[in-house]
């Protein structure tokens, strides 16, 4: 399993954005580190040196349509 440290004011979708390079996996971050440590859950913004651990998201990331229906096209 991967590691992040957080700079100065991280937030949870941030994270998930420079890690999985999409915010669809948020739930995932916060599921696995909220696990570890409960008090976690309830920051906004992190301090710098927080240790996360990053899991694998359990839906490939690539395979989620990240736009609205009414904005996707059928290229």
Known sequence: ??????IQADTWD??????YGSEVATQDL????????????AVWRFE????LRIPEPTVPVSQVMT?????????
């Open 1 to 6: 399993m991967r590691a992040y440290t957080t």
């Open 14 to 19: 941030q994270i998930a954005l420079k890690v």
């Open 30 to 41: 916060m599921a696995e580190n909220g696990t570890r440590d409960p008090e976690l859950l």
């Open 48 to 51: 710098y040196g927080q240790n």
């Open 67 to 75: 736009l609205p229906e009414y904005r996707r096209t059928d290229d």
